[in-house]
Structure formats: structure tokens, C-alpha cells
């Protein structure tokens, strides 16, 4: 069906899903020498429902004009991105090696110009969530029914211009955004010294927060799966407020040496990482 979301609704598939894209990533990381890690890794979970049970897209038709938008705001975290396109049909998995390469398709940040199943090209963080509040404000213009997501990182809400788009959502009432906000807790500099245990959290009281620039707010713990899937149907049903799934996850998951470690925010990893990691992110038996 011309579309269709991806049909993948059990829990226990998308979870494979996440394992592998997670595998992708860390082997595409590795083979680029470049890029980034704990982010990529703590939004895999919420891409994968996404793409595979919620979003109305269609791999053969990438610039289908009623296709549902999304935006990844935090553009330093594409290769969770590149990893969940390519498992979902848009481009081979294969071409995941060519990562950050010179005249590739996958950028280091995404690039629309370069990749057709992108809605915006973002790197310059705080900016994407305009663009989104664009695409929903246009598609309410247009009386158009495809809806906007767009993913947030919770240092990136440091930045002044998220607030903006926020106040302009809410005031135009753009039922047909959803943002959702990867909330690991940790970015690559603060204001902490010594452990990365004491650095200060890049983001506090978000949800408040957003409730009170006049957004619903769904508190989703980002890795569980069911838990992601009833939050992402229940934005779908909200009517005159944008909402906020401020999604609580962990840096690095997957993989325990990385996992709450703002080391890995960028850190390439060695050969032996690389097979510790492939190790734990295999499936259950």
C-alpha cells in the first residue's frame, strides 16, 4: 500500500531491529574513523518504532508529497538515522560503509540534497524544530494530512530558537507535530569536573517546561518498546496543542562500556571495541 507504515508492530521484532541498527552503527563508526556513538545509540530504539510501525512513507516513492515528514534535529546522530533508513528499504545497507566519505550520500550530517528520503538537512543544532514547525504550519495551510516529527537532543534545548519554534507551535496549534525529545541525560561539554558522573545534566525540568509554552507532554522511557509505541498512537490522537514524548534513555545503550559515558559522545572505536560490542548487541538466544 502507496504509504503504508512498515507493519512491523510486535515489540520482540522491532527490538531485533534495534540490535541490528545498533551493530550498523557501531561498524559503520568504525569503518568511517568518524562520527558520533552515544547519541546515535540512545535514539535507535525511538527510530525504529518509528519508521517501521508509525511513519506513512514509501521506500519506492521517497518525495511522495503526502508521506509523513521527519526531521533529525540533533544531525550529529545520521548514523542512527542512515542505519534505520537502510534496514527499512531506502537505500542497500551496504552503502552504510560509505559513511562520512567524500561525495557520499550519507553525510556526516544529513543532507537532503545529497539523500531524497530526507525532509531537512540539519547539523547547526536548535534549527530543525524550525523547520518541522514550518512543515506542520504549512501542511495545516495546505489542509494537508501528513504529520511532522522531528527528534531534539536535550543539550541541543540549551539553544534559544527551540523556544521559539515551541511558542510558535503552540500558538498555531499544530496537533500534526510531535517532537520527541532524547533525553540521555549527557552531552559532550557542561560544567562538571572530574567524573562524568558529576557533570550537570544538559537539560532539567524539560517537561515542565514545554507544558508550560502550552505543548501536551507524553513521559516515555525511550528503550521500552511498547512503552514508545503507545506514546507515539497517543500523539496521533491529540487535537489542538503540539505535542512533546520527552523520551528518558541512556547514552551509548546497548553497549556497557559506553552506556553513561560522555567519552563516547564522538570517540571512534578500536577493533577490539568493535568486537565487544558486536558481542553484547547480539540477539537473545
Known sequence: MVGAPGGVTAVGELEHLARQARRLIVQSIFTAQAGHLGGPLSAVDLLVALYFAVLKVDTSQPRWPNRDRFVLSKGHSSISLYAVLALRGF??????????????????????????????STGSLGQGISAAVGMALGAKLQDSTFHTWVMIGDGEIQEGQVWEAALIAARYHLDNLTVILDANGLQQFGWGHGSDLERRPPAEHASAAFRAFGWEVLDVDGHNMAAILDAYRQALTIRGHPTLINAHTVKGKGVSFMEHSFNWHAKVPTQHDVERALQELQDPV
Do not use: S, V
Open 91 to 120: 537505500f542497500p545497507i551496504a552503502e552504510l560503509a560509505t559513511f562520512d566519505a567524500l561525495d557520499t550520500r550519507l553525510q556526516g550530517h544529513p543532507d537532503m540534497t545529497r539523500l531524497d528520503c530526507l525532509d531537512m
